[in-house]
C-alpha cells in the first residue's frame, strides 16, 4: 500500500483549474521534492495530501484512508509555509497543543536536533523568522508522524539553518517517514537529494523522475527544470 | 472532545497575555467612568439664552423662572437680529423675544437645531413658567369671585378641576439617564469585544499558516468553531461582570445585576456567531475589520441602547425589529431595572445565535479552500 495514492486528481477553484489530471504514487519511506513555479498547483496537491481539501474529481488515498479522516490525518504531519505557531504562545505552549490535538506524547528528538531546545519556552512573537521555522520543523516531526509534508519550509532560512533543516529531514526519512518536500527552489532541491522529484507547472506534473536519473540525464535540476518548462511551453 | 482543547488554549493565551489582560480588564472600568462624568445626568450644565424684553412686565413669570435656574445664562441682546444671530452662530441655545403686548402678542422663541438637548431644556421651561402662571392667574381669578358667586340666589355650578391631577408612580424611582444606559452598556461591551476579537483571532490565524495547521489537524472544523465560541462568551461575560461591578460602585440603579449578567452572556454567545459569520465572510483581516465596523455602528446606534427607539423614525423603529443588540438592549434593561426576563427578547437573541452560529461553521468550513 502506498504512502499517497493520486489517480487523476483534479481541483477547480470556480473557473480557476489548480490541478489538472494528476497521478502520483508515492511509496512509504520515501523523499518526494515536489518543485514548481509559484500557482503550478504544487500546494493544491499537498493541501489536498493532508486532508485541508478535498479534490473536485478524481481519486486520493493516504496511507489507504481517506486524506480527510482524522485517524488518517493523525498519522500525517505539515509544516505550512508561514509556520502555523501561535505567535503569543511559547514554542513548548505550541507543541502540547498541537500534541493534544494529534493525541500524542511529543518527541523531544527534533527540538534537539534543529537546536530548538534552547529556546523552547521563549514566545514565538520574540523569535526570529529562521528560529521560527526551525520550531515549525521540529514540532511537525515531534509528533511523529508517518507521512511529513513541508510547504517551503526553508524560507526566510539562512544556508546555516537551511543545511540542518534538510539533515533533520533527511534523518527522519531515513529512519522510515515518508517525506513531500514543496519547494521553488531548485538549488534546495540539489541539495536535498530526494530519491524522487515532481515538477508541477500549469496544475499539472510536467516530471517524475528519479532524482539520480535526473541528474545523469540532465546535469542539475535546473535544467532538467528548463527543459520540462520547454517543452510544456512548446505544447 | 477537541474543541476543549481549542477553548483550554485560546484561554490560557488570553490569561498568560499581560497586554490583552490589561485592556481586558481597563477598557470597561476606563469606559464606565468616562461614562459616569459624561452622562450621569443629561440635563445640560450650563445654557446661553439670548433675550430681548419690549413687554411691560407680563413676561416676569418666565424671565424669573429662568434666571433662577442654575444652567441658564441670560444674554440681553439690543434687536432681534442680534438675538437670531447669536442662535445661529451657536452662541446662544435659544433666543427668546418678548414684544410689547405680551401675550396678546406672541413671543418668539428661535432655538438652535444642533443643540436638542440645551434647547428642549430650555423651551420646557418656558413653557412650564408659563403654564404654572396661568394656572395661578385663574386660581386667583376664582378667587376673587367666589363673593360674587356667593351672592347669586341661584348658584352657577362652577367647578374647577384640579391643578394636577396626576399622581404619578413608577417600580423604580429617580433613574438618571446613566442608569438606563449602563443595562446597555454592559451587554455592548460583552457583545463588542466577541466580535472583533474572533474576528482578528480568525484572521491573525489564517495569516500565521494556523488554520491550515488546524484544518490539517486531526480535528473537525465545528470543533475549532464551538472551542472559540466558548472562549469568547467566556471573556465576554468578563467584560460584562467587570461593567456591572464597575456600574454598582458608582452607585448606578441596577436592581438585578444577576439578570443582567445572563443577558449580558447570551448577548456574547449571540455577538461571536456574528464576527465568527463577519470573518468567514470577508477572508482577510482589514476587510473583516471594516465589514463589521460597517455592520455593527448601525446596528448599535438603532439599538435604542443610547436613545430610546421610541424617538426614532418608523423606518428606524422598523429596522430594530431585525437588529439583535435591539432585543440585546431591550432584554437588559427589562431585566437589569424590572426584573423582568422577556421570553420573546430571549428567544429571538437565541435565535440569532444559533443563525450566525450555523452559518458562521459552514462559512468558516469553506475558508479551507482559500488558505
Given at each position: 500500500m ?10 477547480e477553484?470556480?473557473?480557476v ?12 519511506g520515501e ?11 504544487k ?14 474529481r ?18 500525517v504531519s ?35 536536533l ?7 519556552d ?34 526566510e ?19 522510515g517517514t ?15 537529494e ?15 523522475e ?6 545523469s540525464?540532465?546535469?542539475?535540476v ?14 | ?20 489582560m ?9 469606559v464606565?467612568i ?12 450650563s ?8 413687554d ?7 424671565v ?9 445664562h ?24 418678548l ?11 428661535y432655538?438652535?437645531?444642533t443643540?436638542p ?44 378641576p384640579?391643578?394636577?391631577?396626576f ?5 423604580v ?6 442608569d ?23 484572521m491573525?490565524?489564517i ?18 468553531v ?29 436592581l ?21 459569520l463577519?470573518?468567514?465572510?470577508a ?14 455602528i ?11 427607539i421610541?424617538?426614532m ?29 422577556d421570553?420573546?427578547?430571549?428567544l ?21 479552500e482559500?488558505?
Amino acid at each position: 500500500m502506498p504512502a499517497v495514492l493520486a489517480r487523476d486528481l483534479w481541483k477547480e477553484y470556480g473557473r480557476v483549474v489548480a490541478l489538472r489530471s494528476v497521478d502520483v504514487e508515492v511509496d512509504r519511506g520515501e523523499l518526494v521534492a515536489i518543485l514548481g513555479p509559484n500557482g503550478a498547483g504544487k500546494s493544491t496537491f499537498i493541501k489536498i495530501v493532508c486532508g485541508v481539501t478535498k479534490p473536485t474529481r478524481g481519486e486520493i488515498r493516504v496511507l489507504g484512508g481517506d486524506p480527510s479522516d482524522p485517524d488518517v490525518k493523525r498519522r500525517v504531519s505539515i509544516v505550512p509555509q508561514q509556520g502555523g505557531l501561535y505567535l503569543e504562545q511559547t514554542v513548548r505552549e505550541n507543541v502540547r497543543f498541537y500534541a493534544k490535538l494529534y493525541g500524542v506524547e511529543p518527541d523531544e528528538e527534533p527540538f534537539e536536533l534543529l537546536e530548538v531546545h534552547r529556546y523552547m519556552d521563549r514566545r514565538v512573537e520574540h523569535l526570529s523568522g529562521g528560529m521560527r521555522k526551525r520550531a515549525a520543523v521540529a514540532l511537525a516531526l515531534a509528533l511523529r508522524p508517518e507521512i511529513l509534508v513541508l510547504d517551503e519550509p526553508t524560507n526566510e532560512l539562512d544556508p546555516t539553518a537551511r543545511q540542518d533543516v534538510i539533515e533533520a529531514v533527511r534523518e527522519y526519512n531515513e529512519s522510515g517517514t515518508t517525506v513531500l518536500y514543496v519547494s521553488h527552489d531548485v538549488h534546495e532541491v540539489e541539495q536535498l537529494e530526494p530519491d524522487r522529484v515532481l515538477i508541477f507547472l500549469e496544475g499539472r506534473k510536467a516530471l517524475d523522475e528519479p532524482f539520480d536519473r535526473l541528474m545523469s540525464e540532465h546535469g542539475s535540476v535546473l535544467d532538467a527544470y528548463r527543459a520540462v518548462a520547454a517543452q510544456v511551453v512548446g505544447e | 472532545m477537541s474543541w476543549r482543547a481549542i477553548a483550554a488554549r485560546d484561554l490560557k493565551a488570553w490569561v498568560k497575555d499581560r497586554r490583552r489582560m490589561t485592556v481586558t480588564f481597563t477598557m470597561p472600568v476606563i469606559v464606565m467612568i468616562m461614562m459616569y462624568g459624561a452622562f450621569y445626568d443629561v440635563n445640560p450644565t450650563s445654557v446661553n439664552v439670548a433675550i430681548l424684553r419690549h413687554d411691560s412686565g407680563s413676561g416676569d413669570p418666565i424671565v424669573d423662572q429662568l434666571k433662577r435656574d442654575h444652567r441658564v445664562h441670560l444674554i440681553h441682546v439690543k434687536s432681534v437680529r442680534e438675538g437670531r444671530d447669536l442662535v445661529r452662530r451657536g452662541s446662544a441655545s435659544v433666543f427668546l423675544y418678548l414684544p410689547s403686548g405680551f401675550p396678546d402678542r406672541k413671543a418668539e422663541v428661535y432655538y438652535d437645531p444642533t443643540d436638542p438637548m440645551g434647547s428642549r431644556y430650555v423651551l420646557s421651561k418656558i413653557q412650564r413658567a408659563w403654564a404654572k402662571h396661568v394656572a395661578s392667574s385663574l386660581k386667583s381669578s376664582m378667587k376673587r369671585l367666589a363673593p360674587v358667586l356667593r351672592m347669586m340666589p341661584v348658584r352657577p355650578a362652577v367647578h374647577a378641576p384640579r391643578f394636577n391631577p396626576f399622581h404619578v408612580r413608577t417600580p423604580v424611582k429617580g433613574l438618571k439617564y446613566f442608569d438606563y444606559l449602563i443595562p446597555g452598556l454592559a451587554v455592548m461591551t460583552a457583545a463588542m469585544g466577541s466580535i472583533f476579537g474572533l474576528g482578528r483571532l480568525m484572521m491573525e490565524e489564517i495569516e500565521l499558516g494556523v488554520s491550515y495547521a488546524l484544518f490539517a489537524a486531526p480535528i473537525r472544523a465545528r470543533d475549532v468553531v464551538i472551542g472559540r465560541f466558548v472562549n469568547m462568551t467566556v471573556w465576554g461575560c468578563v467584560r460584562c461582570a467587570i461593567i456591572v461591578l464597575v456600574a454598582l460602585a458608582l452607585g448606578a440603579k441596577i436592581l438585578h445585576p444577576i439578570l443582567l449578567f445572563l443577558v449580558g452572556a447570551l448577548s456574547a454567545a449571540t455577538m461571536v456567531g456574528l464576527g465568527l459569520l463577519m470573518a468567514s465572510l470577508a477572508g482577510r483581516s482589514e476587510v473583516a475589520e471594516m465589514a463589521t465596523g460597517t455592520v455593527t455602528i448601525p446596528m448599535m446606534f438603532l439599538s435604542g441602547i443610547f436613545m430610546p427607539i421610541s424617538v426614532m423614525p418608523g423606518w428606524a423603529r422598523a429596522l430594530a425589529t431585525i437588529n439583535p443588540m435591539y432585543y440585546m438592549g431591550d432584554a437588559a434593561r427589562k431585566a437589569a431595572l424590572l426584573g423582568y426576563l422577556d421570553p420573546v427578547d430571549l428567544l429571538v437573541l437565541l435565535g440569532f445565535m444559533v443563525g450566525f452560529l450555523a452559518a458562521g461553521s459552514v462559512l468558516y468550513d469553506r475558508v479551507r479552500e482559500y488558505l
